[in-house]
């Protein structure tokens, strides 16, 4: 986890140094969650003046929310963020953008959300974690590379995977989400796929060995011309005996 805050650090001093902020592109998931921490860590350790300028400055968008959610539901992808990174490094939650899914019209909020990305002038480093069933941000397969930020409906193996928040009940986990595209995500400048943990490795293999397969839409990632793969030996499948 050291190596992908090392150059998210060095990143975000640089983007400070040359005035010149791009808004982040952040994901939720436990996968998520000792890099939030390590990164809350050693941004804290930063000079108080520094840090207080990369408050100032702080903008980011992350990749989806629950439809139905309003920001205070404990399960809801605002919770994390708060929980994780806002109140932690003491951002304003106003510059930690995510999908409204408690609007009344959940298309029309997706339709302002990737409006807002292009008006900041889209995402520079953006962050992703990889769904048991190949899924980028909730980009559920079948998907191609060319779908726009959106209302999609989650798919049982998702609801399965991210029960947990739901005290362990598919059943519970909201039917649809806003989530951005594979095209507003491709559109990043860099692409930094953090993956973790043995459960992780088939999907992982997949992932990379097709050229952009709708059955895995991680597959897509590929295709970027700056996209940096972050992984432990376990999701290699190099762990153990
Ligand atoms: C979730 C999120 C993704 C996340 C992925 C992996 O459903 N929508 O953005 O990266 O699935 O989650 P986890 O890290 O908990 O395995």
Sequence with gaps: MDSVVDQLEQGLLDSL????????????????????????????????????????????????????LAPEHPSSFSAFMGHHLVRPLGLNPAQVLLPDGAAANPEAAADRFAAEIRGAGGIGSQLLGLGS????????PPCGPDVRCRVVKLSPATRSQNAGAFQGSPALVPEQAITLGLREILEAKELHLIVTGAPKAAILRKALDLDGDPEVPASWLRR????????????CGEEGP
């Design 17 to 68: 140094e040359y005035q010149a902020f791009r808004p982040l592109g952040l994901a939720t998931g436990r996968t998520m969650e000792p890099f939030y921490a390590a990164l809350v860590s050693r941004l804290r350790a930063w000079p108080t003046d520094r840090l207080q300028l990369l408050r100032e400055r702080w903008r980011s968008f992350n990749l989806d929310e629950y439809v139905g």
């Design 133 to 140: 069933n190949g899924h980028v941000g909730f980009n559920e």
């Design 224 to 235: 970027h011309p700056n996209l940096w793969l972050w992984v432990d030996d376990a999701a």
